[in-house]
T-cell receptor, first 116, second 113 residues
């Protein structure tokens, strides 16, 4: 079974600075999808960014970008120009690329604090 | 609807009582998922429905947990004889294609006292 590990339970960053959240995963599959979700205090999970394993180019969404290292099974999230609204729990998730809509597997999350 | 709707938002119940949690997914989304999020933990997969196929129940922690999805739309998660360890946030999500990610509801916070 696939597993996702987020080794940093908590992180903090100064406003306007850059922070990187780590994620590693374990799989024997070659084709899959990776995601980062944000969960603010409102509890609603929000998709931040996704990466297809067959693409070598790292995904980017505005201030959010990933460093996808397939051989190392690493998928870190970089947040640039951090804002107070970025404070939340961040979850890394994995999904097989097989048929159907098999469930995402989530890590335990990293709580990000942004210091004004 | 515009988003995934869950009700109630919060539920406090006495140990031993049964509870029902409701999820109304985005119209047209064929896949629906239930996850449980205990305090300080990640998301634990419970069950998922895909169209008219038999649900994948592999994540249900005990036979006290069950779920159904009527008419390919609304889903109800039922917990019988609730225990204190059932206290958690129960999240529902739906998608038409999981490779694009899910849309989540705001969850139901269940507290068993």
């Amino acid at each position: 079974a696939q597993t996702v590990t987020q080794s940093q339970p908590e992180m903090s960053v100064q406003e306007a600075e850059t922070v990187t959240l780590s994620c590693t995963y374990d799989t024997s599959e070659s084709d899959y999808y990776l995601f980062w979700y944000k969960q603010p205090p409102s509890r609603q999970m929000i998709l931040v960014i996704r990466q297809e394993a067959y693409k070598q180019q790292n995904a980017t969404e505005n201030r959010f970008s990933v460093n996808f290292q397939k051989a190392a099974k690493s998928f870190s999230l970089k947040i640039s120009d951090s804002q107070l609204g970025d404070a939340a729990m961040y979850f890394c998730a994995y999904r097989s690329a097989g048929s159907g809509n098999t469930p995402l597997v989530f890590g335990k999350g990293t709580r990000l604090s942004v210091i004004a | 609807g515009a988003g995934v709707s869950q009700s109630p938002s919060n539920k406090v119940t006495e140990k031993g009582k049964d509870v029902e949690l409701r999820c109304d997914p985005i119209s047209g989304h064929t896949a629906l998922y239930w996850y449980r999020q205990s305090l300080g933990q990640g998301l634990e997969f419970l069950i998922y429905f895909q169209g008219n196929s038999a649900p994948d129940k592999s994540g249900l922690p005990s036979d006290r947990f069950s779920a159904e999805r009527t008419g390919g739309s609304v889903s109800t998660l039922t917990i019988q004889r609730t225990q204190q360890e059932d206290s958690a946030v129960y999240l529902c999500a739906s998608t038409h294609r999981a490779s694009y990610g899910y849309t989540f509801g705001s969850g139901t916070r269940l507290t068993v006292v």
